[in-house]
């Protein structure tokens, strides 16, 4: 009897020990970023304006909760080598503006680097990692951007430096979940996870543009980001996702680190598809637009419930690519009871009819069909035949008609 005391009891242990990593980002996680938007004159007025933004239009409702600061806020350490941030750009302190955010609701995440200095120079938390956790958890603090700028490039260092960063979190007994930021070099989507990251970025930065042209060195659009992102479904989860970089709804070709590289902005059906698209993919959603002037068109897209609801389904299973070629690229995402959501991109530079073939899909069974930017029910034979606009991405959700069945 108490042998068998014991046996229930260990396994409850390994239940718990289990259940732990998926506790820390069990769906994508939504916010606001400032790298897009400020660079690095980031500053606490402004990250409370937009906090205050995100809870009057709306977005904290439709499930927006994180502000994240980027790169730039830091100042130095003090005379016992503990961070601190910049007095000038936050005079109130990281502490009071991680309570001003938990006042509302929200959470707030903030920066760091696993070397001495950030990607724009700042200091960074190489040799550090136990001290800054304590930091950032006594801070408050909710999420950890650790990037890889300055850092050396083989996979094992970086392995053992997120490891690091990933422990000496755990150790603070707060729960901070860990965003794993190397561009995707070092294929972090095998080891991430397993170091201790809830989250990693699987490209370089994205930049407000629809695609790299041929004749730019650098800068990747919307589309360079699909292509890599959307290989990688085996990998994503509750607790592990596959981070497709921020948002760039609304910035319009905004000067600033989204906009070099050749990022002139894109159309409102362009920022429309990203935002199906890195739904569909189960990746984080980070706006990084001034939300506090955000115009209809971009509130639409960020504030589309629907299509929030395909990135936040609970079994957070990230689309499948079932078809790719050189015009579609056409997603499918399993959901919660039986359901589905399908995304159709017309990637051309001309509108295109296309057949959905639910068949071809591995989807043999009569649905109902709800387009989820039309927000009504489309009959199964109007898509037999139908136009999708250059750049335009088609998103609906499937219920079986007979669920019985
Ligand atoms: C890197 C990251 C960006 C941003 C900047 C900040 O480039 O990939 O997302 O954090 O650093 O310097």
């Not at 005391?5 to 400032?34: E, H, N, R, V």
């Not at 990250?47 to 927006?64: D, Q």
């Not at 009871?337 to 296309?354: D, T």
């Not at 959905?356 to 039309?374: A, S």
Request: proline residues 4%; charged residues 20%.
């Amino acid at each position: 009897m108490k042998k068998g005391i014991i046996i229930l009891f260990s396994c409850l242990l390994i239940d718990i020990s289990y259940a732990q990593p998926s506790t820390l980002a069990p769906k994508p996680l939504m916010g606001w970023m400032s790298w897009n938007f400020f660079a690095e004159k980031v500053n606490e007025q402004e990250l409370k304006e937009m906090a205050t933004a995100m809870i009057r239009t709306g977005m904290v409702e439709a499930g927006y909760n994180y502000i994240f600061i980027d790169d730039g806020w830091q100042g130095g350490r003090d005379m016992k080598n503990n961070i601190i941030a910049n007095p000038i750009k936050f005079p109130s302190g990281i502490k009071a503006l991680a309570s001003f955010m938990h006042e509302r609701g929200l959470k707030l995440g903030i920066y760091s680097d696993a070397a001495q200095l950030t990607c724009a120079g700042f200091t960074a938390s190489l040799h550090f990692e136990e001290q800054d956790a304590k930091t950032f958890a006594e801070w408050g603090i909710d999420y950890l951007k650790y990037d890889y700028c300055n850092a050396p490039a083989d996979s094992n260092t970086a392995k053992i430096r997120y490891q690091k960063m990933a422990e000496a979190l755990k150790k603070t007994g707060r729960p901070i979940v860990l965003g794993i930021c190397e561009w995707g070099e070092r294929k972090p989507w095998h080891w991430a996870a397993a170091v201790g990251g809830q989250i990693w970025r699987t490209t370089h930065d994205i930049r407000d543009k629809w695609v790299k042209k041929p004749d730019e060195k650098w800068g990747l659009g919307i589309l360079d980001i699909l292509e890599t992102n959307a290989t990688l479904s085996n990998f994503a989860g509750p607790g592990r996702w596959n981070d497709a970089d921020m948002l760039v709804v609304g910035l319009y070709g905004k000067k600033g680190p989204s906009g070099d590289g050749g990022g002139i902005g894109c159309s409102d059906l362009e920022y429309q598809s990203q935002f199906s698209l890195w739904s569909i993919m189960c990746s984080p959603l980070y706006a990084s637009n001034d939300i506090r002037t955000m115009n209809k068109a971009s509130q639409s897209i960020l504030l589309n419930k629907e299509v929030i609801a395909i990135n936040q389904d609970p079994l957070g299973i990230q689309a499948e690519r079932k078809m790719n070629d050189s015009i579609w690229s056409v997603f499918v995402k399993p959901l919660v009871n039986g359901e589905y959501a399908i995304a159709i991109l017309n990637k051309s530079n001309q509108s295109v009819p296309f057949s959905l073939n639910l068949k071809e899909m591995g989807l043999d069974e009569q649905f109902q069909i709800r387009d989820l930017w039309e927000h009504q029910l489309v009959k199964q034979s109007d898509l037999n035949q139908f136009l999708i606009l250059s750049h335009q991405t088609k998103l609906y959700r499937l219920t079986r008609k007979n669920k019985n069945k």
